[in-house]
């Protein structure tokens, strides 16, 4: 039977017969020809849909059609033909609503495998089939009047990082649908103390962003097996155009996980809170059976001078993001992201392996839909890339990416020590060596007079042109959190001892000129028993207890009152280097473990003349002199009031050992 020229042929026959084309030998990927319009592999429409698939070296092409997304065989075989700019088309003159489908491609005698293609936008249960649904049937009631919240400057951001399942699995959460998208749509969940939390909790303490860990499919939880309780980060990308099946109430309904995920960002925007995606385009799960190796091999990773695949993100491989395909392939990945699922920003896992001009086009890109939209990443690598340092996307190049932002360790390990040693400590433990990174933090890395560059830990000049280009954070989902951190670098540290460091961690972070961000549940004196690295733990160990919001309740109020003064005062968010060159001053300080400085002449517009900001990790108060004046302190010993907490007159302010002092005049 003959269908637009295609043969189908049953899945009984041994070889589908039809067109075979001349397959195109390539010196280098260079010489790939580059697919123009859209990427779309699948087009539906009730009468005919039409698929297309990018593989420039195959001999032959096969579109597998199934009833299910797993299990069974292909009802049908489809031989695609051949077409230009390598690529293949096929279409089927049927209703194939609810289907799913497959690609298998021949290079040298040899099926690759079935692949969902590399841009599946829906999929059956552990993304093995894409699925043909109507994307709009997944609209959530309300979808089409989905707004972003508004956002005049990303130094308005706060930033607040976590896993879907951490947020919500706990018992004590409240929360029904605990570990899923559905999650952060419940409003009234309360702790077992009467407290609230998921989505109000987030509304309670003010944060403007909700960075979500990967959540697009991937590949290390068995969707089938949920009721094992599988645990991962997710940075293990399978398919990156699809939500995740595992925090669905159905991954094997493929319209479910869509809608959901929906219905979570439309939740989030109407609490007034914007949604940040992690993305992981630097390396796949694996090589072999990875959709981008079954389709155009060897294109998609970049390799050694060997042949071999090099391996910068120390995941097995690292992807090719200077190669046109792949650039395209990521600007028309996030897109569909902002456009199909509101995403209001991205992280970039390891975005020092990608190319600067990638981040650049990629930036032009969501500028050209919205400015306010976010992004930023880690600008490093595992390992070396394979390409030369001034090219790609690392921390010392941020100020050649304009409108893209990258963490700060300088800072971050300044305060609580190394990445490398967990035991050692820093300024938090009382040890000298690390003020002048604390204060390249502060200024948010852009060049400031008083900052000694030479000094500073891991960056002898400043990277960021903009302080709003620096991420200002003392922990992430990545290493141990704080709490964690303070314990294994203090030797016997107390409990008071402990939150005193961490609420002055966190104040060096909310009043740093950079954009500030904190991991999901330090505001509650969060705890991970220690472990480094919590990739796989169990929920014993991720999970967020949210008795302890009742248990530290001054911490809590602590964090929510720093975000409450950055949200209130422009001085902490100029959002401008050269107004943080003009405005910011350092004050001197007698020896060490002190770091304080003033935000001048009602700075940003603020209301307040002068701001005073002073970090003390001595164990006893620290005396530090300041210009002449009446001074109303708002931040001591651990508690925030903008009313006032005390009246100080003259040169000189005593700040309370280990806790930092704000005051103003």
């Known amino acids: 039977m003959k269908m637009n020229d295609l043969v189908i042929v049953g899945v009984a026959v041994a070889t589908a017969a039809g067109c075979t084309s001349v397959k195109n030998e390539y010196a280098s990927y260079e010489l790939y020809p580059v697919r123009s319009g859209s990427l779309t592999e699948m087009e539906y429409t009730s009468e005919a849909t039409h698929f297309s698939v990018w593989a420039p070296t195959a001999d032959e092409v096969r579109l597998m059609l199934y009833e299910a997304g797993e299990g069974g065989h292909a009802y049908t075989t489809v031989s695609m033909e051949a077409g230009e700019e390598g690529v293949w088309h096929a279409t089927v003159k049927e209703d194939l609503m609810g289907k799913f489908y497959t690609f298998n491609i021949k290079i040298d005698d040899q099926w690759l495998g079935d692949t969902p293609g590399i841009n599946a936008k829906a999929v059956g249960v552990n993304g093995k089939r894409a699925a043909i649904i109507d994307m709009k049937a997944t609209d959530p009631e309300g979808w089409a009047e989905d707004r972003r919240p508004p956002l005049q400057s990303f130094a308005d951001i706060v930033i607040y990082e976590m896993h879907h399942r951490d947020f919500s699995v706990s018992p004590a959460s409240g929360i029904e649908h605990k570990g899923k998208f559905l999650a952060m749509t419940e409003e009234g969940t309360r702790s077992p103390e009467g407290l609230a939390t998921g989505i109000d909790h987030l509304k309670e303490l003010g944060v403007t962003h909700v960075h979500l860990l990967p959540s697009y499919d991937y590949a290390s939880v068995d969707e089938t097996k949920l009721s094992e309780n599988q645990y991962n980060w997710g940075y293990d990308p399978q398919n990156y155009n699809v939500p995740d099946g595992s925090y669905s109430t159905d991954p094997y309904d493929p319209a479910t996980r869509i809608r959901e995920f929906k219905q979570m960002v439309q939740a989030l925007h109407k609490a007034g809170i914007r949604v940040i995606l992690d993305v992981v385009y630097n390396h796949t799960f ?371 050992a280990q806790s930092a002092l704000i005051a103003w005049k």
């Open 286 to 656: 694996n090589i072999a059976g990875s959709n981008f190796e079954r389709t155009a091999p060897g294109y998609f990773y970049r390799q050694k001078p060997d042949g071999t695949y090099a391996d910068a993100s120390a995941c097995g491989n690292e992807t090719a993001s200077d190669r046109p395909m792949m650039r395209k392939y990521m600007i028309e990945s996030v897109l569909h992201w902002v456009n199909e699922y509101h995403i209001d920003g991205f992280r970039f896992d390891l975005m020092g392996i990608h190319d600067i001009k990638t981040m650049n086009e990629i930036r032009a890109a969501l500028t050209a839909v919205d400015p306010s939209i976010v992004v930023y990443g880690e600008g490093w690598a595992a390992q070396a890339p394979q390409l030369p340092q001034d090219s790609l996307a690392m921390k010392a190049n941020t100020h050649r990416m304009p409108g893209i932002a990258a963490f700060s360790d300088e800072m971050r390990d300044a305060l609580r020590g190394p990445f490398n040693d967990n035991k050692q400590g820093a300024f938090l433990a009382g040890l000298p060596g690390g003020e002048e990174s604390i204060k390249f933090g502060i200024v948010g890395a852009v060049q400031h007079p008083q900052v000694c560059n030479d000094s500073v830990n891991y960056s002898q000049a400043p990277w960021a042109a903009e302080p709003t280009q620096m991420i200002s954070y003392v922990s992430c989902h990545d290493d141990m959190c704080l709490v964690d951190r303070l314990r294994a670098s203090i030797s016997g540290i107390k409990d008071d001892e402990l939150a005193r460091l961490d609420k002055l961690a966190q104040t060096a972070v909310f009043t740093s000129q950079g954009i500030p961000f904190i991991y999901a549940g330090e505001e509650v004196m969060r705890d991970k028993k220690g472990v480094h690295n919590s990739y796989q733990s169990p929920d014993s160990i991720n999970a967020i207890d949210w008795s302890r919001k009742a248990l530290h309740a001054d911490v809590f109020a602590y964090y929510k009152g720093l975000i409450q003064l950055r949200k209130n005062h422009p001085a902490f968010r100029l959002g401008d280097a050269d107004l943080v060159r003009r405005h910011l001053e350092f004050l001197p300080v007698e020896g060490t473990n002190v770091v304080a400085w003033r935000l001048k002449e009602h700075a940003g517009g603020d209301k307040w003349e002068d701001i005073v900001v002073v970090l003390n990790s001595r164990r006893e108060p620290a005396r530090v002199t300041v210009p002449q004046g009446n001074y109303t302190v708002v931040c001591k010993d651990g508690f925030i009031n903008e009313g006032g907490l005390a009246k100080v007159s003259g040169t000189e302010l005593t700040v309370p």
